[in-house]
């Protein structure tokens, strides 16, 4: 069983910047892709970036391409999401979720965004933009 903890939100001000990190423990975990996603009440939980098994292959979603960037540490089983230049809109509680791959290799097989290909999620991080 894949156990994740976020950690690493916190209030900052517009144009800000916030490290998240996802460590994560259990068996098998360089076959997991992770993902992070974010909810704000009221909404739908959404897809933020992805990265593969092995952090060669990463994705974003439009808003906020150019501005974050996820990374890997494997020998710490950690993922990382640097969040720079940040606006109002990005305020919401942060999960990062794993989902498994049979193959690491076909990462770009899968549709990262689709939330049901994700086996275990953490308790999530809140981010306060404020202006």
């Known amino acids: 069983q894949l156990q994740l903890m976020e950690s690493g939100g916190g209030s900052v001000k517009v144009g800000g910047a916030l490290r998240l990190s996802c460590e994560f423990s259990?068996?098998?975990?360089?076959?997991?892709?992770i993902g992070w996603f974010r909810q704000v009440p009221g909404k739908e939980r959404e897809g933020v970036s992805a990265i593969s098994p092995s952090g060669t292959d990463t994705d974003y979603v439009e808003s906020v391409r150019g501005r974050f960037t996820i990374s890997r540490d494997n020998a710490r089983d950690t993922v990382y999401l640097q969040m720079n230049n940040l606006t109002p809109d990005d305020t919401g509680t942060y999960f990062c979720?794993?989902?498994?791959?049979?193959?690491?290799?076909?990462?770009?097989?899968?549709?990262?965004?689709?939330?049901?290909?994700?086996?275990?999620w953490g308790q999530g991080t809140q981010v306060t933009v404020f202006s």
């Open positions: 979720g794993a989902f498994y791959m049979h193959n690491p290799r076909y990462y770009r097989n899968y549709d990262v965004w689709q939330q049901i290909h994700y086996d275990h």
């Open positions: 259990g068996p098998r975990t360089n076959y997991y892709a």
